[in-house]
């Protein structure tokens, strides 16, 4: 396990250790108190969401992870205006960071994931809106693929952020009414909301230039990884 893979392992201790004291009361702050605050404060408590999404999006850290949390905190309305913004300025933070580093950086970065793009070389130069468009609209893929990819194609900031928008904006309609479904304990909210992402995600595999194995390979880079137990070719 390298330095960063232990970092980031740090970072998810760490905020799962500080949820579960606040859960406790560890700190005499609980839900409640969060919940008051978000309210009785709901620029500073919505500002500082924002601020807290957009750095760790653009670290790689689970936008959905995020968006659930908000769904805590805010109306479901107001959950998505934020995931968005949260999302489109950890994006253009990526998109630049990509710019400034370069082709090959994006390229180590991608197979450090545990895999490579076959056809990274025809991706990143043709029918860019529609690939940065398909990456953001799969659920499952981590939101940095499309961002860094972003930065090293030939696309504008413009074009690149509306492909953003569109590819994210109704799977983070379905992710908050997900997870509200969840928290009502709403099966019908939750068997649509998990339709919604299906069809979202199956529309964006089609569009996609690429192999469809590349994508699962950066999305689940554990289960492709060679052991004595399995192969995968």
């Not at 199956?202 to 399995?230: C, Q, T, V």
Request: charge should be positive; avoid cysteine; hydrophobic fraction near 50%.
């Amino acid at each position: 396990m390298n330095s960063k893979s232990k970092f980031f392992l740090f970072i998810i201790f760490l905020v799962l250790s500080v949820l579960i004291a606040i859960s406790s009361g560890y700190f005499s702050i609980n839900l409640t108190f969060i919940e008051a605050f978000s309210k009785i404060n709901p620029i500073v408590s919505a500002s500082l969401y924002n601020l807290i999404y957009i750095i760790l999006g653009a670290f790689s850290f689970s936008t959905n992870v995020m968006t659930g949390i908000g769904v805590f905190l805010f109306p479901k309305y107001l959950v998505v205006i934020y995931s968005m913004i949260g999302i489109m300025g950890s994006s253009i933070i990526d998109f630049y960071i990509a710019r400034k580093l370069g082709r090959n950086y994006v390229r180590n970065y991608i197979e450090k994931r545990g895999g490579k793009l076959e056809k990274f070389d025809k991706i990143i130069e043709k029918d860019t809106f529609k690939t940065i468009f398909a990456l953001s609209a799969v659920i499952f893929v981590p939101p940095a693929i499309s961002y860094f990819l972003g930065g090293v194609m030939k696309i504008n900031l413009k074009k690149y952020s509306l492909a953003i928008f569109l590819g994210n904006f109704f799977n983070i309609v379905f992710l908050v009414y997900l997870f509200s479904g969840f928290i009502n304990s709403n099966t019908i909210q939750i068997l649509v909301s998990i339709i919604g992402l299906t069809i979202i995600t199956s529309i964006a595999l089609y569009m996609y230039n690429g192999e469809i194995k590349d994508i699962f390979k950066l999305s689940f880079p554990w289960f492709f990884r060679k052991s004595h137990f399995i192969k995968l070719k």
